[in-house]
């Protein structure tokens, strides 16, 4: 009984005092109540903003299809000529040059990149699937 007693007339008022003191803001800390405010209007901001979706410049579609299209002939034209010094090499670099293009233009597109190993053929031939199928030409 005594302890229950010593309990309750030390540390009660001390948890009370402190729960009190909590509430008062020092001169370095903002009043709980203004951070409260201001996340709920925040909230209420986000809720109210609109996403507008972004606007692309045409001309960089342009000329990104147009880098495709000239890596997409130095491609084929590595491919029929067997005479070419270091021909695999140039090879697989063209073709990873290709894959980076393709999927900067995915992007621009709105196409979702998987993640893929490099130089994967089946998920380049679906992005460019997708990329015909949104009418974008090379």
Known sequence: MTLVLFV????????????????????????????????ALEHLARHLRRERPPVYDPFTTLQLQA????????????????????????????QLAYDQLLAEACKLAGVEVEPHPK????????????????????
């Open 8 to 39: 309750f007339l030390f540390f009660v008022p001390a948890l009370v005092f402190r729960l009190a003191w909590s509430l008062v803001a020092t001169a370095d800390d903002t009043p709980r109540w203004r951070r409260a405010l201001a996340g």
């Open 67 to 94: 880098r495709l299209g000239k890596v997409a002939d130095h491609i084929c034209e590595l491919e029929d000529d067997p005479h070419t010094f270091a021909r695999a090499e140039r090879l697989i670099a063209s």
């Open 119 to 138: 130089g994967d053929g089946a998920e380049r031939f679906r992005e460019e699937v997708e990329l015909a199928s949104r009418g974008w030409a090379w």
